[in-house]
């Protein structure tokens, strides 16, 4: 898939712009910050709906504007059709085809997004939360009803927080609410749990393979997902549910007492090895860049193989923190097949053939000539 046309109005620095792009590499260049990021930014969020980088959407909001608007012209199975993502500071619309979708999980997965950012590197070294973004955002682009789940499941949890709170307070609780809670968020932690498991069974078998071409053979990686209860991936939702209850009797004096929820997908984790050895606690720092860009590129994989087309990948100043190896790796990979968006200050130390054959756009203080 591509995307033709992108416009932007009221959209962080840029005021209105509106570009046609190549449907294989399109390079955008221009000093520190002049809009760059911000570009690479409003694809993204025409895919997600949300941003990479910041969670308040107020922000991409250009500064004393009431509203934001993005508009994509995007092709997909031989076919065009618009999408459109308009921010107000009364909330957020999206449209497929001019429609307005009532559920932003109606509208994710139209169109499918990588990106790899500088601080993607820190997937493997970073804090979980990193980790679990990633597994929510990869999941909810090729399966839109995870997003539905999780959306249930955050809802249950501030529910059950709110309550533990007031009762760590020895305010006056009737504790069948926790427990009828306590159902209720084990339903959902049950549902996004087995779709966890079911995502990382395909994500490896794309990652293990890139991992081991990319250590030119020397590596074999494996991800194991590290939950909060002790439960096999081959485990029914009968299972899950079961070592779900458990846990949560075992330590509901304990949730009380830090009146917060202890267990659940909001806590899991994925663990990395390369040889047997846990790459956060043991890899080098090269193990480390090499695991992350074998994700990225392992989902670029998993989405062709699920959605039947290649997302769209956007490389927003990252090439330069790659050498030149995992530099040609990742360019050879994509070659031809997926359309690119590279963000730099500068294309030199960047002498792959792929670059060198991309559309040039420079970007000046919210301002972009071709
Ligand atoms: N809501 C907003 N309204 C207007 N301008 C904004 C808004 N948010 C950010 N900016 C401006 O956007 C610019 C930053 O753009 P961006 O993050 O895309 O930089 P960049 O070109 O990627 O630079 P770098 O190479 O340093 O990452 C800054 O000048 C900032 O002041």
Sequence with gaps: MHIQQLQLKNYRNYDVLNLSFDDKVNVIIGENAQGKTNLMEAIYVLAFTKSHRTPREKELIQWEKEYAKIEGTITKRNQSFPVEIILSTKGKKAKLNHLEQ????????????VMFAPEDLTLVKG??????????????????????????????????????????????????VLRVLTEQLIEHATTLLERRFAFLDLLRKWADPVHHQISRGLEKLEINYAATIEVSEEANK??????????????????????TTLIGPHRDD????????????????????????SMKLAEIELIHNEVGEYPILLLDDVLSELDDYRQSHLLNTIQGKVQTFVSTTSVDGINHNTLKKAELFRVNNGKVDT
């Design 270 to 293: 994925l663990l990395f090895y390369v040889n047997k050895r846990n790459v956060q606690t043991y890899g080098s720092q090269g193990q480390q860049r090499t695991t992350a860009l």
């Design 127 to 176: 804090p979980p939360q990193i980790r679990r973004r990633f597994i929510d955002m990869e999941l909810g682009q090729i399966q839109p009803r995870y997003i539905y789940h999780l959306g249930q499941y955050q809802k249950v949890l501030k529910q059950r927080n709110h309550l533990l709170k007031q009762m760590q307070r020895n305010q006056k609780q009737d504790p069948a």
């Design 238 to 259: 009968a299972t899950i549910e079961t070592r779900y209850l458990a846990k949560f009797q075992e330590i509901e004096a304990k949730e009380i007492e830090r009146g």
């Design 102 to 113: 009532k559920r932003l999980s109606d509208y994710i997965g139209a169109l499918n997004v």
